[in-house]
Structures are given as C-alpha cells and as structure tokens.
C-alpha cells in the first residue's frame, strides 16, 4: 500500500469542498508524521514546542481552538466526524496567521488506521495539528488580572488540564506556570482541559521563585501588587476560609508539584502560607482538587 497511492481510496468520502479532503489508509503515509507517536511523552514534551506545533484532540477542543483564533495545520478524524471538521474550518477566517480554511489539509481514516497511527483511541474522532501562538509577555497577562494561579512543578499533564479546567470555570483571570512545569499545550492537558486551556490567559514565570530582593518570580508577582498565597503545610499556615474572608485585592495562588509540594524556598518566599482545613485523617488533597478547592473559596 503506497504512501497516498491507490491504497488511499475507497473510504467513500465526500467532502463539501470547502476544504481539501484526503482519504488516507496507510498509517505509514508520510504526510501524518505530525501525529505519530504521540503517546511517547518524552519526544512530544521535546519536538512540540521546537516545532511551534500543538494537537487538539476531539471536534469540541478543536472548535475551542478556532474560537480562540488559533489556525490548524492539518486535521486527521474519522469519516463520522469529518461534516463537523468540515463546518468548523469552512467557518475559519482567512485573515488571521497560518493557514486559511482552504489549505488546510484534512485527513480521513477509518478507526483501525487512526489508532494505528496515534497508538491510542482516538477521543471523538479527531486530532488537529495545530500552530502554536507565541507566549505573551508576564506583564500582558498580569495586567487587569485580579487572581492568578501559579503551578510550581506540576509535571502531571492530566493535573495540569484539570486545573486549567477549574480556573475558566471558576472565573480564575490567568495562570503562570514555573520553568519545569508540564506543558498546558500538551495533547492529553489540552484534552482533559476541554480545551478551556485556550480560555485562560498563561504564561511561563522565569525564574522561579527567584532570590530575595532580585527581579523575577515572586518578586515581579509582588511588584506587580499580588500578594503571594502559597498552598502548603505549615505550622503557621492560615486556614482557607479565613484566608478568603479577608481577601486581598489581588492574589497569586502558589500551587505545588504532586507529592513534595511547594519547595521550602517558595514557601519561605511568600506573603502567607494557606491550608485546606481536612478531616478524617487526611492531609492534603491531589493539586487538582485543591485547585479547586482554592479558586472556589476566593472567587
């Protein structure tokens, strides 16, 4: 079977000619090198950004995408789903950066070639290759924001997607993330995220925290008149509620990596020490629930 030789015919496609379709059965195909692979973390985390490229996974990320002007490089779905596919890139400008709708290449292949090409079940039946808008600048994203979310560490890309999920649904202006954090744009944060990621202003805070009385991190957080709340265990830590009954005006929620927490210099670096108050034995919950937990409580 030949890479988009007669092999690719025969899935009875019909596309509605806004956008080029291309039925495709080989998962060889060169032309699908965007979605090989993808569930080797390691070379995703790596190639992603070098290569300014995302993946969308699922009709209803995609349209979050698009919705945020964002532009495709190509889309690879299901037969099933290509009339959607087909609407939401026939809807696109053709004005904005990329590629306008009618070169946009869309890629069709039944279930079998898909998870041979992506090595997992594709959700919905649809991936988009997408191009990834450059970071803004701290100071943009902080600018009118009144709470914002910092993830210090946080490498768990499911973690990651959830807490970008709570932040659009509970009104969370713009989340910061450190150095070592997981990438938000990374396909299953982006899928757990429900594509809300593309909601929320974000950004990357380097360096973090910073030293004492030296620009970054915490002290541009500070110097741009946030109150640094960091979210650990601490003797001295206040209680969330009483935290949140006295709020002040703008605050950095600080959470921290699965299982360590906050490092002991964030901690010692920040306005105040916040704790969920817990029962039964517990002491803390998982970053994605106390996310949560924190953006409820001081909404």
């Not at 015919?9 to 090198?33: E, F, K, M, Y």
Request: some cysteine; aromatic content about 4%; glycine content about 12%.
């Amino acid at each position: 079977m030949g890479k988009g030789g007669g092999g690719d015919v025969g899935l009875g496609v019909a596309g509605l000619g806004a956008v080029p379709v291309i039925p495709v059965s080989d998962p060889d195909d060169a032309r699908l090198a965007d979605y090989l692979r993808l569930t080797d973390v390691a070379l995703r985390s790596r190639s992603e950004p070098e290569k300014g490229l995302y993946i969308a996974e699922s009709s209803q990320v995609l349209a979050r995408a698009l919705a945020a002007g964002h532009r495709p490089r190509s889309v690879l779905c299901a037969p099933r789903w290509l009339p959607d596919v087909e609407a939401m890139l026939a809807a696109m400008p053709d004005d904005g950066p990329g590629d306008g709708a009618r070169d946009v290449p869309v890629y069709v292949a039944e279930k079998g070639v898909l998870e041979a090409i992506t090595g997992f079940h594709v959700h919905r039946g649809a991936l988009a290759a997408m191009h990834r808008p450059p970071l803004p600048a701290l100071a943009d994203v902080l600018d009118g924001a009144r709470r914002v979310a910092v993830l210090e560490d946080v490498v768990d890309h499911t973690n990651v997607g959830a807490i970008m999920r709570s932040a659009a649904g509970l009104g969370v202006d713009a989340v910061l993330v450190t150095p070592r954090c997981a990438d938000p744009l990374y396909r299953r944060a982006v899928r757990v995220s429900m594509g809300t990621v593309f909601q929320v202003p974000w950004t990357r805070i380097d360096p973090w925290p910073g030293r004492v009385g030296e620009p970054g991190g915490i002290a541009d957080l500070r110097a741009a008149g946030f109150t640094v709340a960091a979210l650990a265990l601490a003797d001295d830590a206040v209680p969330l509620d009483a935290f949140a009954a006295a709020l002040p005006e703008r605050v950095a929620l600080v959470l921290g990596t699965e299982g360590d927490g906050l490092a002991p210099a964030t901690v010692a670096g920040a306005d105040v020490v916040v704790r969920i108050p817990m029962a039964g034995g517990v002491d803390s919950l998982n970053v994605a629930a106390a996310s949560a937990v924190a953006f409820w409580a001081t909404r």
